[in-house]
């Protein structure tokens, strides 16, 4: 089955909207890149390999229309909570959510939405996974990775962050500015044409 066609079924699925890319303004929050959605193959391979999530509390920022959010929630059940400036994609969301809560009711207090800045979440003690598709400019992620390790100091836990199609200057500051550690590398299929098409997992252990 075609990336494309697969991705229309798991929406049908989970009774989402997610497909389509949504831009910002020209000359709007050029720190804030524009949205889209991680491929359902892709989060298929990610969830075979990765090992950590089943006990997590996933924080998406830059969630875009939601499809980690409800694609986590229905495949492992664990709770995720979605960080989205950009007011259109919000409104995708924010729709997305009384969608899926409506084929799926149990399901709805385990998601939470919030539209604000990146770097204005105040990171909660049990957040444990943060996930990143290259949602802004590597001066907005070093003030979120400021907010995580701040949490970490004062609820000492394993963390982990998620580089999704990782951006080199995101991997960079990870590697020689914060206490995380790469430990995983998940290649997608296309990675032999683009060594971008993966996943890195890097964990901070206290």
């Not at 997610?18 to 890149?33: A, S």
């Not at 004062?154 to 951006?167: F, G, Q, T």
């Amino acid at each position: 089955m075609r990336e494309k066609e697969y991705d229309q079924l798991m929406d049908k699925e989970l009774n989402i909207k997610t497909t389509g890319l949504i831009e910002w303004p020209f000359g709007v929050n050029m720190d804030y890149l524009r949205t889209e959605s991680s491929s359902y193959a892709d989060l298929d391979r990610f969830i075979e390999e990765y090992e950590g999530l089943e006990n997590s509390r996933l924080v998406d920022f830059g969630s875009g229309k939601g499809r980690i959010l409800y694609y986590l929630n229905y495949r492992l059940g664990i709770p995720t909570t979605g960080i989205e400036v950009n007011d259109a994609a919000f409104s995708h969301l924010v729709q997305n959510y009384a969608d899926y809560v409506d084929k799926f009711p149990k399901r709805g207090q385990d998601i939470r939405l919030l539209e604000i800045k990146a770097e204005d979440y105040l990171v909660e003690a049990n957040d444990n996974v943060f996930y990143f598709f290259n949602p802004f400019m590597v001066n907005i992620f070093e003030k979120v990775l400021n907010n995580i390790e701040e949490s970490i100091k004062e609820h000492p836990r394993v963390v982990d962050i998620i580089l999704y199609y990782p951006e080199i200057s995101f991997g960079y500051y990870l590697d020689h500015n914060t206490p995380f550690q790469k430990i995983q590398k998940i290649k997608n299929k296309k990675y032999l044409l683009n060594n971008r098409e993966c996943f890195e997992v890097y964990r901070y252990i206290p």
